[in-house]
């Protein structure tokens, strides 16, 4: 199956656009955890190894990557939404929020935006916008936030672990597996849990305050 190409960003330059930045995140599901978006702008037609979905890639094909597109992007950049936020705004608006907020860091900024999914962002009219669904698959901009995102948000999963033992956090990143479950009915919730997902407010004594 063919991976993502430079379609979208080859529509975007005909039409005048110069900066064309792909957004995308990572971990819209755990119930623990940030999310994270990354916005990045690479080089017109300039392939980079490894650049693909990032969910079909390997940790190691992913760091690998990772370091491939630091290396040749124009600028990149990272936003983040905490699980604070996700509970007070809802997992969809915290996930634009931080796209956002990876937009506005980027310098060069960028002239129009190709994002992840059904909706664009909420951005001076300035910006050009397209949202692409299933993005990472389609766009290569979109590709590289992906693996972006997906790194940055593993690493601040394993760091968040050392502070917060017990849950598997280094290992599920957040996700709800078995071990995750078990060690919340055990634990009952850190602070680096989302209090608004169901499999929390399940559980007893867990009180969304």
């Given at each position: 199956?063919?991976?993502p190409?430079?379609?979208?960003?080859q529509?975007?330059?005909?039409?005048?656009?110069?900066?064309?930045a792909?957004?995308?995140?990572?971990g819209?599901?755990?119930?623990?955890?940030?999310v994270?978006?990354?916005?990045?702008?690479?080089?017109?037609?300039?392939?980079?190894?490894?650049?693909?979905?990032?969910?079909?890639?390997?940790?190691?094909?992913?760091?690998k990557?990772?370091?491939?597109?630091?290396?040749?992007?124009?600028?990149?950049?990272?936003?983040?939404?905490?699980?604070?936020?996700?509970?007070?705004?809802?997992?969809?608006?915290?996930?634009?929020?931080?796209?956002?907020?990876a937009?506005?860091?980027?310098?060069?900024?960028?002239?129009?935006?190709?994002?992840?999914?059904?909706?664009?962002?909420?951005?001076?009219?300035?910006?050009?916008?397209?949202?692409?669904?299933?993005?990472?698959?389609?766009?290569?901009?979109?590709?590289?936030a992906?693996?972006?995102a997906?790194?940055?948000?593993?690493?601040?999963?394993?760091?968040?672990?050392?502070?917060?033992?017990?849950?598997?956090?280094?290992?599920?990143?957040?996700?709800?597996?078995?071990?995750?479950?078990?060690?919340?009915?055990r634990?009952?919730?850190?602070?680096?849990?989302?209090?608004?997902?169901?499999?929390?407010?399940q559980?007893?004594?867990c009180?969304?305050?």
């Amino acid at each position: 199956m063919a991976g993502p190409d430079w379609s979208f960003e080859q529509e975007a330059l005909q039409a005048g656009h110069g900066y064309i930045a792909g957004v995308d995140e990572a971990g819209r599901g755990p119930l623990a955890g940030p999310v994270v978006t990354a916005a990045v702008i690479l080089p017109y037609n300039r392939n980079i190894d490894g650049v693909r979905d990032s969910k079909k890639l390997s940790h190691e094909q992913r760091l690998k990557a990772r370091e491939r597109i630091l290396k040749g992007a124009l600028t990149f950049a990272w936003g983040a939404a905490s699980p604070t936020e996700i509970d007070r705004l809802n997992i969809h608006r915290a996930t634009l929020l931080a796209m956002r907020r990876a937009v506005l860091k980027l310098r060069p900024g960028p002239d129009y935006l190709l994002v992840d999914g059904k909706f664009t962002l909420d951005l001076h009219p300035g910006y050009g916008q397209r949202a692409v669904i299933k993005g990472d698959d389609r766009s290569v901009s979109i590709a590289a936030a992906s693996i972006l995102a997906k790194v940055m948000r593993d690493e601040i999963m394993v760091r968040l672990a050392h502070f917060f033992p017990g849950y598997g956090l280094e290992q599920n990143k957040g996700y709800p597996t078995k071990d995750h479950r078990e060690a919340l009915a055990r634990l009952g919730p850190c602070p680096a849990h989302r209090r608004s997902f169901g499999p929390l407010k399940q559980i007893q004594g867990c009180l969304f305050p």
